[in-house]
C-alpha cells in the first residue's frame, strides 16, 4: 500500500513546480482587471477625495514592496548560503526603512497626531521590524544579520536625517533592484523557474529592461540639442538594431548579464533622445518622467503580483500628448 503523506507530498511537489512554470503573476493581473478599470475611472475623484501625492503613493509601494518581498523570498532555493540575489533583497530592505523611517520621522506623516502614545510606537515598532526581517530570513543565519543590519541600518538614517527622500527615484530604484533580482533568480522570490519561464515572463522582463532606463534617462540627463538630425536617427537606427539583437539573445539565454545589457543599451538610447531635445523642453521631460514613473508602478505592481501597487500606478498616470511622446522616442 501507498503511504498516503507521500501522495500529498508528491502532489504538492508537481503543484508548486507547475506554479513556479507558468505565470501566475499575470493570471493575478486579468484577475485584477476589473479593480483597474475602477481604479481608472474613477481615478481622478480617487485622487482628490484622498489627497494623493507622489510622497504617499512611495510610502503605500514602498510598504507593500517590503513585505511581499519579506513573506517571499524563499533562501532554500539558492545553490550557496551567501548569494548577491540575497544583498540585493537586503540593499532594498534598507531603502525601503530609510525612506519610511525619514517620512515618518520628518513630522509631514507622523502617527503622533493620531495616536497618543507616539513614543510607545517609536521605540516598540523598530525594533519589532528587525526582528521580523530577520525571522523571515530562516533558517540561513548569515542573510538573516544581513536583513536586520540592513533595516536597522536604513531606520537609523532615516531617524538621524529626519525628512523625506526623493519619492519617484527611490521607489523605481528599489524596484528596478527587485525585478534584476527576479531576472537573475526568479525562484527566490517565486516568480519563476530558471531555465523554464514562458515567453509572458520574458516579455515583461524585457519591458521592465526598457522602462526603467527610460525612467533613468529622462531623470539624470538634460536636454541640449545635441547631434543634428541626421546623425540623431542614425544613432537611434544603431539603437533599434541592438536593442533587438540584445533582446534575441535574451529570450535565448534568459541570462541576467544579457538583462543588464539590454537596459544599458536602453538608457543610452533614451539618454541621446533626451540629449537631442531642445533645452526647451524641461516641462514636457518632467511630465513625461512622472508618467513613466505611473507605468512602472503598474508594471511592477504586475510582475511583483501586488495589486495595491498596480492599482496605485493606475491612479497616478496622467495621459500625456501622443506628440510629446514621439519627440521623445
Known sequence: MLDSSVIVQS???SFNNMALRSPDFFWTAILCIPIFMVAWIFRTQIRDKFKLSDGMVAGLTLACVAI?????????????????????????LFLCSLF?????????TRLSGLLKKSKFIDWFVPPLITVVAGLCALPNLKMAFVQMGAVVLGLVLGWSRRRSFGSQTITVMVMFLLTLAMATQPEFLRFGQLGQLTVVHLVFLTAAAVLFPMYFALRMVKPSGFLNNSWHRKFKLLGWLCGVLVFALYLMTESELIFVALALVSFVYFAE???????????????????????????????????????LGVLMYKPVPKKTVMEFL
Open 100 to 108: 519610511l523611517a525619514g517620512k515618518y520621522y520628518s513630522g509631514k
Open 68 to 92: 511581499l518581498t519579506l513573506a517571499r523570498q524563499n533562501f532554500e532555493v539558492l545553490r550557496q548560503s551567501f548569494s548577491w540575489t540575497g544583498i540585493v533583497v537586503a540593499i532594498c
Open 11 to 13: 502532489a504538492a511537489s
Open 273 to 311: 533622445s533626451v540629449r537631442h531635445l531642445p533645452m526647451s523642453s524641461g516641462d514636457k521631460i518632467v511630465e513625461l518622467r512622472n508618467n513613466v514613473w505611473s507605468v512602472l508602478l503598474v508594471l511592477f505592481g504586475v510582475l511583483g503580483a501586488v495589486p495595491l501597487v498596480a492599482a
